[in-house]
């Protein structure tokens, strides 16, 4: 081999002799062909008589090599100092793919050899696609992430860098990332300023590369915050509760981060102590007659003390007495004595003749005021009651024929500065209150089966005119009235499931009373609510506020919760006389002694009340497995011309008074219902609603819109107060005579826990209208005369138990059976809120069958005619 045998040879020889063969100078290197351009390898040698290239074991021709050659001044001979050659691509190529093309440099001198180091040319290249992209991730926050890249095939082999929106990431000056050896990125803690779009890029000298960004998404987890103080008591004597809450906010959800797992609220019983009023005890024995001829005697406010916030006692407690009799030590008896016994005998004598004028004047009145009939626009602060004087006086004694189903009462209302008398009328006397004006002079009012015969309208606008109904709508559609003497009778509003039921003789005899009941429309009404509370019914108003009743009436609305007492605190707030609502009762903590009682079903809510105002039913959820029923209904154009499609999906209270306005609402909009409403539960859990509609038939039909669902957002909905909340889906069909649809109605709050509804369009067919007022023994299912002998019967308690206890067994109302004992005519309630329950669908047969088990003779009534009745 001559490599070997010239590198011993010149191992072997001399050092003085070493120092004349060639010295590099100069070393070809590494060259790259970029593109089409040639590279050049220089040489420098010296002492150097010739110098060559020798190419991949072959020389390289004389003529291609650039020679820089002079004279050595020492001898005078020619030397060499440098060579060149260029190498172009496609010398490269000829050999490209059997091995790495090389060159290296021979250089002689006049004692022999030197080779130099080899020098590989290649061609440079960076290839488009990366081997491995990195990919982006969701990570939680302070969590390490690593991306990973893998550049392009190229040569030289390509140097990558890191980009975070577009600007260099430098790991010396931020210590947060590392670039590993195999040029992946990794962040050692997630931060939130982390959240970027990150990009590889690859880079030599003949192309830049950039990988697709990855986007990290840095989401932080909701975290509570601790628990705020315990309320107070919401008791102020012995039993309630309190309740302290927690928000979501330690740290709050962000960038699609999960919420908070657990209640937001907690309550806890408690009790209160109860405050102690202070009593007296009782008076001591008189003390002796003083030398001022007075006696005294004392008393102590201890029976008991006062305590824990408790009154003091009131009244005096040290009293005095004169005393002239004998005890009176004082013996002499003049003039003075005689004076003081006549100025007695002279007050006891003006006391005795006032104490007579006083009875006469209110026995006259008395008989000039017998009260039969008093008028809601009296009923003022204390609801006296209007004066009659008929010139048939004896009809007044005639007992109700309670064989009809029409009770009538036909009379002239006056004001009371109308002078006139009309034959055969009664005249009444009114007080112009602050409640409602009084009717216009001669305005005949007919109570026939509970409808009036003046003017709806007219009607409406005199009670809203007052300042404390000035929230009262004034379309009569959401609106009932009726007048009512002590048969009782019951207002409806056709379609909401809102009713008034007023029992016999809740209404004292010798009254009649105009009653309304109307459902507030709630732009016009706000009611005040705080934290996780939600309407869950709609806002009724009945009244006159203040009417004398003596017996609770029954007034029933629908409620949209899910009906679970664990999971809900609901209140029956009223509104007072100022406009502040209050909380009257709490759901499964009623007292009997209060004037309120609600029975809450599972879809209706009773509210047994003795006042009439303005109630509504708030509930607070407890946890997040509260839900609310809600209602989806779907209208349409009733008419459609072009090739667009509009479908409107409602999503309101599972309430019949808020379907009863979409419904007149769409109406005016000339649309129509497509389909059933559809009963879906909507959770607590600060998800918002979210709706899509699927499996069109895409040979006919597309949808216009952009985004894959549409998003209601959480708190409009629980909240209540929201008001036609709905989202269109705009669809196309592709033929004009394209008349079918069918498709599927999805709904969700939580991916994976949605429901989905078939559609269709056949139009809802319009639901016939009842009659809103109904005054007497028409209202009622069960006869009048029949009623009084049912509770006479069951009212007097029973050895064997056959009494009013086993009748509200049977009728499954035993739980309420402590609100029944509290009332003076157990019976008559049961009955009540019987008739309240079944007045549609209530069968008398099957009453009549719970009497004959109790095993009492009076429900073979039941089985008579009305004839016979």
């Given at each position: 081999d001559e490599d070997s045998c010239t590198h011993v040879a010149t191992a072997t020889l001399p050092a003085s002799f070493n120092d004349l063969l060639p010295h590099f100078l100069v070393e070809p290197d590494d060259e790259y062909i970029v593109k089409n351009k040639p590279v050049t390898l220089t040489c420098r040698s010296t002492p150097a008589t010739q110098i060559y290239f020798k190419c991949n074991g072959e020389w390289v021709h004389q003529d291609d090599h650039l020679i820089d050659r002079t004279v050595d001044p020492a001898t005078g001979k020619p030397i060499i100092r440098s060579v060149k050659i260029d190498i172009s691509r496609q010398q490269v190529?000829?050999?490209?793919?059997?091995?790495?093309?090389?060159?290296?440099?021979?250089?002689?001198?006049?004692?022999?050899?030197?080779?130099?180091?080899?020098?590989?040319?290649?061609?440079?290249?960076?290839?488009k696609n990366f081997e491995e992209e990195p990919i982006g991730?969701?990570?939680s926050l302070n969590q390490e992430v690593l991306l990973r890249c893998h550049p392009p095939e190229g040569v030289p082999a390509a140097e990558v860098e890191w980009q975070r929106n577009e600007h260099v990431i430098d790991p010396v000056s931020e210590p947060n990332f590392l670039v590993t050896a195999d040029r992946n990125l990794i962040i050692k803690q997630a931060r939130l300023a982390d959240t970027a779009n990150y990009t590889c890029v690859a880079k030599n000298i003949v192309a830049r590369r950039r990988s697709s960004p990855a986007t990290v998404l840095v989401y932080v987890n909701g975290g509570w915050s601790t628990w705020t103080t315990w309320s107070a008591c919401s008791s102020v004597c012995g039993r309630g509760w309190q309740r302290r809450s927690r928000s979501c906010t330690n740290p709050t959800p962000l960038n699609g981060g999960m919420a908070c797992d657990g209640q937001n609220v907690q309550k806890s019983a408690c009790t209160a102590t109860c405050p102690v009023d202070g009593g007296w005890s009782d008076w001591s024995n008189w003390s002796e007659c003083g030398v001022d001829c007075s006696m005294w005697r004392s008393r102590e406010c201890t029976q008991p003390s006062p305590g824990t916030g408790g009154k003091d006692c009131q009244g005096i407690d040290l009293q005095s007495l004169n005393c002239t009799s004998q005890q009176c030590l004082q013996t002499a008896s003049g003039v003075e004595d005689v004076a003081l016994y006549v100025g007695i005998v002279a007050v006891a004598l003006c006391l005795t003749l006032i104490l007579i004028v006083v009875v006469l004047v209110y026995r006259r009145k008395k008989e000039g005021?017998?009260?039969?009939?008093?008028?809601?626009?009296?009923?003022?602060?204390?609801?006296?009651?209007?004066?009659?004087?008929?010139?048939?006086?004896?009809?007044?004694?005639?007992?109700?024929?309670?064989?009809?189903?029409?009770?009538?009462?036909?009379?002239?209302?006056?004001?009371?500065?109308?002078?006139?008398?009309?034959?055969?009328t009664a005249k009444f006397s009114m007080t112009n209150g602050p409640l409602l004006d009084p009717l216009p002079n001669g305005s005949h009012h007919t109570l026939h089966n509970g409808k009036m015969t003046s003017d709806p309208a007219e009607f409406m606008t005199r009670l809203s005119n007052q300042t404390y109904f000035k929230t009262l709508p004034r379309d009569v559609a959401n609106t009932s009235y009726g007048t009512f003497n002590f048969l009782g009778g019951r207002l409806t509003i056709p379609n909401t499931g809102i009713s008034l039921l007023i029992p016999p003789e809740a209404i004292p005899r010798g009254k009649i009373y105009e009653i309304y009941l109307t459902a507030q429309r709630k732009e016009d009404l706000r009611l005040p609510l705080a934290g996780c509370q939600t309407l869950l019914s709609p806002i009724v108003s009945c009244g006159?506020?203040?009417?004398?009743?003596?017996?609770?009436?029954?007034?029933?609305?629908?409620?949209?919760?899910?009906?679970?007492?664990?999971n809900w605190a609901i209140r029956l707030k009223k509104q007072n006389y100022e406009g502040v609502w209050e909380d009257v009762l709490m759901m499964g903590e009623e007292l009997i002694s209060e004037p309120y009682y609600c029975q809450l079903e599972a879809e209706t809510?009773?509210?047994?009340?003795?006042?009439?105002?303005?109630?509504?039913?708030?509930?607070?959820?407890?946890?997040?497995?509260?839900?609310?029923?809600?209602?989806?209904?779907?209208?349409?154009?009733a008419y459609c011309s072009t090739l667009e499609y509009n479908i409107r999906v409602y999503c309101m209270d599972d309430t019949q008074d808020v379907f009863k306005e979409v419904m007149q609402m769409e109406r005016q909009l000339g649309g129509r219902l497509i389909d059933e409403p559809h009963v879906l539960l909507f959770k607590d859990s600060y998800h918002n609603l979210r709706l899509s509609i699927h499996d069109m038939p895409q040979a006919h039909w597309r949808s216009k819109l952009l985004a894959g669902y549409q998003e209601i957002p959480f708190y409009h909905i629980w909240n209540g107060s929201q008001r036609f909340l709905h989202c269109t889906f705009t669809l196309e069909r592709l033929n004009l005579s394209t008349c079918e649809l069918t498709c599927q109605l999805c709904v969700w709050q939580v991916e994976g826990e949605g429901q989905s509804f078939s559609l269709d369009f056949n139009i809802a067919k319009p639901t016939g209208r009842s009659g809103s007022a109904l005054a007497g023994p028409s209202a009622f299912q069960i006869p009048y005369l029949i009623r009084q002998k049912i509770c006479s019967s069951l009212d007097t308690p029973c050895p064997n138990g056959a009494d009013w206890r086993l009748l509200a067994q049977r009728l499954k109302l035993d739980r309420h059976m402590s609100f029944f004992a509290s009332k003076a005519s157990p019976t008559s309630v049961i009955l009540d809120l019987w008739e309240a329950q079944h007045f549609h669908s209530g069968n008398l047969n099957q009453l009549a069958t719970v009497m004959a088990d109790i095993g009492k003779q009076e429900a073979m009534i039941f089985l008579v005619s009305d004839g016979e009745c």
């Open positions: 190529e000829k050999i490209f793919g059997l091995d790495d093309y090389w060159c290296q440099c021979v250089a002689w001198s006049t004692t022999g050899t030197q080779k130099s180091q080899k020098a590989y040319v290649r061609i440079a290249y960076l290839r991730k969701e990570v005021l017998d009260a039969d009939v008093a008028d809601s626009s009296i009923l003022t602060t204390g609801f006296q009651p209007m004066g009659i004087k008929p010139k048939n006086s004896h009809l007044l004694t005639i007992q109700p024929d309670l064989t009809t189903t029409t009770t009538s009462y036909q009379g002239t209302l006056h004001s009371r500065h109308d002078g006139t008398t009309h034959t055969g006159p506020p203040g009417v004398v009743l003596t017996r609770p009436t029954i007034l029933s609305m629908d409620h949209c919760s899910d009906a679970c007492p664990e809510c009773r509210v047994f009340s003795e006042q009439l105002g303005r109630f509504s039913l708030v509930g607070e959820s407890l946890n997040m497995s509260a839900a609310k029923r809600l209602r989806l209904v779907l209208f349409s154009d």
